[in-house]
């Protein structure tokens, strides 16, 4: 693994630790990553879509559950909505 798939991992893993620890309004957390610095906003929706496109990954491949069904269904909802599949990716600036 490279150390740039590293720092992803180690992101990730923060991220998922943070929202398994604690118990979380999650629309009051999105809202405020809405309003932080426009260049972070840009580059965590790339996030959001890569998390949309993976969850919907799943309903293809039957890999889900009951604890996370309504999460797949609606990434593939929004995926086959959106067509996030062809999207191209979000500028940096």
Known sequence: MTSRQDREK??????????NSMVIDSDT??????????????SFMGIVVGFLNG??????????????????????????????QEREPLPFI
């Open 29 to 42: 957390i999105g809202r405020m990553l809405a309003n932080d610095h426009r260049t972070l906003q840009q």
């Open 55 to 84: 969850m919907a990954d799943h309903d293809e491949t039957s890999r889900f559950d009951a604890r996370n069904e309504a999460s797949v269904q609606l990434a593939s909802r929004i995926r086959h909505d959106a067509n996030l």
């Open 10 to 19: 180690e992101a990730a893993k923060t991220i998922m630790s943070a929202v």
